[in-house]
């Protein structure tokens, strides 16, 4: 849930105009980097879906990666992005 989610949050606080292949493998990089070697080796290959920290992971990495494909209609260092997806994911 919270993957899906972090997909649409990053697209719309970027502004984008489409979710490219780009975005979406940022935002399963982003979840597979969530994942730690303990909670491999227990078998667990995808972070809990009600973690919110894979919402946040997803959108920053979505947005970045709408930003440098050129599909984002805004474009915000990486202090704003985080500031901007933070605010957000809390409302």
Known sequence: MCSRSGIFRGALDCGATAINEEMKLAAATAISSLVTAAELKKGMIIPSPLDRKVGEAVA???AKAAMKTGV???SLDEAGLFKKI????KG
């Open 60 to 62: 920053i990495a979505t």
């Open 72 to 74: 984002a209609g805004i």
């Open 86 to 89: 933070r605010e957000n994911l």
